[in-house]
């Protein structure tokens, strides 16, 4: 595990500020003397720096409702932000149509949940899925295209699915000759790197790249390192510009405002997600179902004299119908403890090793996409202790670091 410092929750306004980008490289790299009380601003903040690129363009936006411009001048009783693409609307960019991930553009949908084409009710704007049947923009969806805006908030782990939908939207763009400008945000699990690398023979769109499962980079050095490794289809590379943030650097707390999707409700859960979020390859519910996701687990078969705590999981949003749904699940509580900057074993080994039901404890098709490798799962049912399993990520982890350092935007 490589980790810096520990994240405390603190929130950080964002303002309007603009630098020019180019292509493949921030201009002004952030100062590692950056300190917390300086305001980080977001990309999307930074319209002087984006608004010219633009101009007289036919756009499609990658958005949803993370993507967003927080406002400086906001009170008590107005809005504390506007959406990117009623604010690109309002301004006369000619937007064209928008293109909508996990979660759908409004972000109300399921994990896995297919999102439907549709038309925007507050803009009546086209909204094209990339998530279900079609996940890369087709030459006919991009048709009339000169540039596509790509604006999502990540938690900078693997499997969180936004980065995949990256990939695909830069290799279609590729291969129709169409910019895409990214516009970066915060990673708020960016102050470390660390879980197993992923194998090529389980790529899935749960993991497309050869990275460890956090990967320490936002967005947009992301979008750099799929450029510059040739992950793309063919190894064609995107025509790609990366707005920068302003007062940031990677070992600084930030809040997320907005949920970045259902099941992610607050900090304790995005620090969590990358160690529960394991859970998902297996029978155990990690909280979907209660207003605490990823923040705890359980599931009946867990031994109720081990396990103290309990919970009934029922349909709400983000879970209409989660594990477990309506059953008495034994567990562990986790919304209060400290969370270390790293992938945590610790809890899915305890829960596997009070399973009344071992032998169907590992979804092993699920769990290994989550995972990135076959490995983690025989190591668990061998008994290995976390420490151990952990120890043999160090290589992969050090191997990628090397190759990230040359991505990097900010310290």
């Known amino acids: 595990m490589i980790s810096l410092f520990q994240f405390k929750n603190t929130f950080l306004l964002l303002l309007f500020l603009g630098i020019t980008c180019s292509n493949q490289k921030v201009e002004q790299k952030v100062s590692a003397e950056t300190t917390a009380t300086e305001q980080i601003i977001t990309g999307a903040n930074r319209t002087e720096a984006y608004l010219p690129y633009l101009k007289d363009k036919k756009v499609a936006v990658v958005a949803n409702q993370t993507s967003v411009i927080f406002r400086a001048d906001h009170t008590d009783t107005s809005p504390s932000y506007t959406h990117l693409v009623d604010s690109l609307l309002s301004l ?22 297919k999102v439907a084409d549709g038309k ?20 006919e969806q991009l048709q009339g295209v000169d540039l596509i805006v790509f604006d999502i908030q990540d938690v900078g782990v693997r ?19 169409i910019p895409v400008l990214v516009l970066d945000r915060p990673n708020p699990n960016g102050n470390y790197v660390d879980g197993p690398t992923l194998e090529p023979e389980h790529q899935s769109f749960l993991g497309m790249h050869p990275i460890p499962l956090v990967h320490g980079m936002t967005i947009g050095e992301y979008a750099q390192m799929i450029n510059g ?16 943030l302003k007062n940031y650097n990677r070992n600084m707390a930030y809040h997320l405002p907005i949920r970045p999707s259902p099941n992610l409700p ?16 297996t029978t155990i519910n990690a909280g979907r179902g209660t ?25 709400n949003f983000g879970a209409k119908h989660p594990k477990h749904e309506g059953k008495l699940c034994y567990g562990e509580d986790l919304s209060n403890v400290a969370v270390p900057n790293e992938v945590d074993l610790s809890w899915i080994i305890r829960a596997y090793n009070h399973s009344g039901d071992k032998e169907n404890f590992f979804r092993t098709a699920s769990f290994t996409k989550h995972a990135g490798t076959a490995e ?3 190591q668990i049912e061998s008994g290995m202790s976390a420490e151990e399993i952990s120890k043999g990520w160090e290589a992969g982890v050090s191997e990628f670091l090397k190759k990230r350092s040359a991505y990097l935007l900010y310290q």
């Open 229 to 244: 490794e040739k992950w793309l289809e063919n190894g064609k590379q995107a025509e790609l510009r990366v707005i920068g």
């Open 92 to 113: 006369d960019i000619a937007v064209q149509k928008v293109f909508a991930p996990e979660h759908g553009f409004r972000g109300r949908a399921d994990a896995g949940e």
């Open 159 to 177: 499997f969180y699915t936004y980065i995949s939908t990256l990939h695909y939207v830069m290799e279609a763009a590729s291969e129709h000759q």
């Open 291 to 315: 207003e605490y996701q990823f923040q705890r687990y359980g599931a009946p078969e867990l031994d109720s004299t081990f396990f103290e705590f309990n919970y009934v999981p029922e349909p």
């Open 266 to 281: 607050n900090d304790q859960s995005i620090a969590l997600y990358p160690s529960l979020g394991l859970f998902e390859g």
């Open 120 to 139: 925007d009710a507050q803009t009546g704007l086209p909204i094209v899925s990339l998530y279900g049947k079609n996940r890369k923009p087709s030459a």
């Open 376 to 378: 983690l799962q025989k």
